[in-house]
């Protein structure tokens, strides 16, 4: 596997590889990336892969510092997937001194995640743009666990007419039914086991509107559950699944934040 740290070095890397599906990431590598780059490997005769904990998509209060960096292990996972180019720019090198243009992406990107972190939606576009640039993938692999941000990365490559192919992979989940996330490592032991409570409350709401209930009843009985579980819910609701409007009743996309100790959970499922 190659390894690029800076732009020369990635485009000399480039030259001798055929086209690329590219596997956006910040690290901290569990399944669910494993099958973004396995999925990669039917979309183009060469994978990469990027690491970067990007901090323009981070809010000032948020957890920048402490987001888990493991690089050293990140490789050997990308090697042992058979990963051909690793893309792991600094800080400088992605952003330099004197850098003055963001992407700003409203529709898809506006209200839920959009809401409830200001500027984080700008700055994944921005370093999406960027890295789909800097790499000329022909395709990008995105979980479809961060279903808005997957939404609002297809408004940008529309709207902005970039000649790459977004695709959405399902979300790989623990044996409980906890979605993958990297950030699952800072729950305790207690809240790890009550953290299945999310897609199981989801679950159960999606059943219940399928047997018949309003929506609206389903729903209630989903934030009651969690709240009295200990989460504190940021937003459930039923969506649009493309525009991520919020709409009345299925057919929809369900999803959900909430914080359960310090950790943000977010999950999504069809209703
Ligand atoms: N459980 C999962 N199943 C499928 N894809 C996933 C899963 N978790 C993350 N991804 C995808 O992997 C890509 C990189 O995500 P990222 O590196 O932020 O990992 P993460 O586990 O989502 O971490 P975080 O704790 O930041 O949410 C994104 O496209 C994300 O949607
Ligand atoms: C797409 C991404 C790698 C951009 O920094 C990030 O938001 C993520 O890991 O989901
Ligand atoms: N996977 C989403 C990236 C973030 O939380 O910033």
Redo the contacts with the bound molecule.
């Keep these: 596997m190659r390894i690029a740290r800076d732009l020369p070095t990635l485009r000399a890397e480039l030259a001798s590889l055929g086209p690329l599906a590219l596997v956006p990431t910040?690290g901290a590598l569990h399944e669910g990336h494993l099958s973004l780059l396995a999925a990669a490997r039917q979309e183009a005769p060469a994978v990469a892969a990027s690491i970067f904990v990007n901090p323009l998509?981070?809010g000032p209060n948020e957890d920048l510092s402490r987001y888990p960096r493991q690089e050293a292990r990140d490789l050997e996972m990308l090697e042992a997937a058979g990963c051909d180019l690793a893309w792991l720019p600094s800080v400088e090198a992605m952003y330099p001194p004197g850098r003055a243009t963001t992407i700003d992406v409203e529709g898809a990107a506006e209200g839920w995640e959009g809401a409830a972190r200001p500027g984080?939606f700008r700055g994944?576009a921005t370093v999406c743009t960027k890295l789909f640039q800097q790499t000329g993938a022909v395709a990008a692999m995105f979980g479809e666990k961060?279903w808005q941000?997957l939404q609002a990365i297809r408004q940008v490559v529309r709207d902005l007419d970039m000649p790459i192919r977004i695709i959405g992979c399902p979300t790989v989940r623990e044996a409980d039914g906890l979605a993958m996330s990297s950030r699952n490592r800072f729950l305790s032991p207690a809240e790890r086991a009550q953290a299945a409570a999310l897609p199981g409350a989801m679950q159960a709401a999606i059943a219940a509107m399928a047997r018949g209930a309003t929506p609206a009843a389903a729903l209630a009985e989903a934030r009651a559950g969690l709240a009295a579980a200990g989460f504190a819910l940021d937003y459930l609701a039923l969506v649009e699944p493309e525009t991520l409007r919020a709409c009345a009743a299925p057919p929809a996309r369900l999803i959900a934040a909430a914080r359960l100790g310090g950790v943000r959970l977010l999950d999504n499922m069809p209703a």
């Design positions: 910040m998509q981070f984080h994944v961060d941000q």
